[in-house]
Each structure stands twice: as C-alpha cells, then as structure tokens.
C-alpha cells in the first residue's frame, strides 16, 4: 500500500507478483517507490532459477531468508542458507537456483533501480506460465534496453 507522503507499506504476501522459470517473486519496492535508488523482491526459488547472466547497469544483493540457494558468482558457487547474504558486483557472471528440497526463499536488492521492468515489459503476469526456452529468448530481446546479456543456460 502507497501512501501520499511517499510510504510504502506491505504485509506478507502483498505486492505485484509474477512467475518466471523455476522462480516466482514479488515486488516489495520499485523504481517509483524509491527514487530510482533500488528495487526490492522477495523471491521463492522452486527449481532452476536464473539464466546465467550479466548486470551491466547494477549491483544486485540475495540475502537468504529460508531454505538454501546455490549462487554462481563469475566461477565460485556458494550455498547459502538462511542468514547467506551475497552481493554481486555489477559486470559479474551470476545465477542462483534451489540447492534444497523445499523452496527457498530470498531478498534481493537491486540498485539502481529499473531493471525489474524488464519483467513488466515481458508482461509476465502472476499464474502465467511460459516455458524457459521463450522466457530467455524475451530477455534476450530485451537485453540491450535493459544492459543484461544472457551468457548461459540456468544450473541446477
């Protein structure tokens, strides 16, 4: 919920969702809600998670809240429980998939903000499903706009 003296406030489970290959998440705080500053997603990671890729334009920080994740970082993997924080520089190679059985779920900051429109303009709305073969061909097309390269497939 937005108020007019600019804050926001979101209880569990509120906030703009969508569904991406082996990912869902939930917008906490966007471009608008903070300047352009950062953006905030709770993301609930059940499966293969990300591609592979590069930030060219931002910092991007997973603080794990449940469950355990692998994060690629350029050649390193490390496996994060709860508690796990891991800033990735802009310019890295990354992904994160599930590293446990259940889904994990994580905090993730990215700054500046604007690149979560990517997934706006991907129009992936919440309970569609797309499969992950046209999901990295829509980032892909979309790569330049929004400074991201897509190097690899997801790990997992």
């Known amino acids: 919920m937005s108020f007019s003296d600019g804050r926001v406030v979101l209880g569990p489970g509120e906030g703009k969702t969508a569904n991406v290959p082996g990912h869902a998440f939930t917008y906490k705080a966007m471009r608008d809600d903070t300047g352009g500053a950062y953006s905030m997603l709770e993301v609930f990671v059940t499966g293969r998670g990300s591609t592979q890729h590069i930030h060219k334009a931002e910092e991007e920080a997973f603080y794990v809240l449940d469950g355990e994740v692998n994060v690629k970082v350029r050649e390193q993997t490390i ?71 897509v190097v690899g497939p997801p790990l997992g």
Not at 103 to 113: E, F, H, Q, R, T
Request: charged share 20%; hydrophobic share 50%; no cysteine.
């Open 79 to 149: 496996r994060g429980a709860a508690g796990t924080f891991v800033l990735i520089p802009r310019g890295t190679v990354h992904a994160f998939w599930n590293a446990g059985v259940t889904p994990a779920k994580l905090l993730v900051i990215i700054s500046p903000a604007g690149l979560e429109q990517v997934w706006v303009e991907i129009g992936v709305e919440a309970g569609e499903e797309i499969d992950a073969a046209n999901w990295v061909e829509r980032v892909r097309a979309l790569g330049q706009k929004y400074k991201i390269e």
